[in-house]
């Protein structure tokens, strides 16, 4: 009897973690090759919101692809969004620098390359056409804001820790995503000059934004590899459990608000 039930538990786990779906896939944004990675639960039946997942700095990395796995387990189709082409990813700051700044210096390029990953997301068979968000890590949360800035059609945006200067004119009214920014009150790298400007603008353009700051938090607070970069690159990262807790599930409520 405990054996026929033991084998009935391993069947029904194995049932389950069979449903969750994630691999890689290509699309195109022009003439360069994406290489992303597609999450989604295949026991859920019908169609459902999609979320696009854009990276830290180093690329369509395990971390990115877990977060897809996370929303996946949620509910959502989630694709992680390759922005350097062919898939690439960073190995060393020099390398993520170099790859991210060719996308911060190009918004035409980088605009056209998530639009790729969005067009690509909303025609999945299991997704809702429209019923797009999009989550952005570090250098993927300066991007997920500029595309609200750039009026994208998505529903909503959240930046975890990520850059929050830009030099895209945001009129009254251009934004119509629904904005979360998790920020790290401590993150050298997003300095309180940058918050501050950030708010005004947000205020100033009338968007529907919520600023969530945690106190004494450093930068990559979602990533529990921050420490070990911070220690092989000498970079002002830190894990922070409860910031990263917090932070998802705020995000899980912020999502089932505005997407369909």
């Known amino acids: 009897?405990?054996?026929?039930?033991?084998?009935?538990?391993?069947?029904?786990?194995?049932s389950a973690l069979a449903a969750l779906v994630g691999k890689d896939v290509s699309y195109k944004a022009g003439d360069t090759l994406m290489k992303g990675h597609l999450a989604y639960d295949d026991a859920v039946k019908g169609r459902r919101a999609g979320?696009?997942?854009?990276?830290?700095?180093?690329?369509v990395n395990d971390y990115a692809r877990k977060r897809a796995r996370m929303l996946a387990a949620e509910g959502y189709v989630a694709l992680v969004v390759d922005l350097y082409g062919n898939g690439q990813v960073a190995t060393n700051p020099q390398e993520a620098g170099a790859l991210a700044g060719?996308?911060?210096?190009?918004?035409?390029?980088?605009?056209?390359?998530?639009?790729?990953?969005?067009?690509?997301?909303?025609?999945?068979?299991n997704v809702k056409k429209g019923e797009i968000a999009a989550l952005g890590?570090?250098?993927?949360?300066?991007?997920?804001?500029?595309?609200?800035?750039?009026g994208m059609p998505l529903q909503s945006v959240v930046s975890y820790h990520g850059v929050l200067a830009t030099d895209i004119a945001v009129k009254p009214g251009g934004i119509k995503a629904k904005i979360r920014v998790f920020h790290g009150e401590a993150d050298p790298l997003v300095p309180p000059a940058q918050v501050e400007a950030f708010r005004t603008e947000m205020d100033n353009a009338g968007?529907?934004?919520?600023?969530?700051s945690y106190p004494g938090v450093m930068h990559t607070f979602t990533n529990r590899e921050a420490d070990s970069y911070a220690a092989q690159f000498k970079l002002p990262l830190k894990y922070d459990p409860a910031a990263d807790t917090d932070s998802w599930t705020r995000t899980l409520e912020f999502l089932k608000v505005t997407l369909k």
């Open 51 to 59: 979320v696009l997942v854009v990276p830290e700095w180093w690329g």
């Open 102 to 125: 060719s996308v911060n210096r190009n918004p035409q390029l980088a605009y056209a390359r998530m639009d790729a990953a969005r067009r690509f997301l909303d025609s999945q068979p």
């Open 1 to 14: 009897m405990k054996t026929a039930l033991a084998l009935s538990l391993l069947l029904f786990t194995s």
């Open 207 to 212: 968007a529907d934004y919520l600023f969530v």
């Open 137 to 150: 890590y570090c250098f993927g949360g300066g991007v997920v804001l500029n595309m609200a800035r750039a």
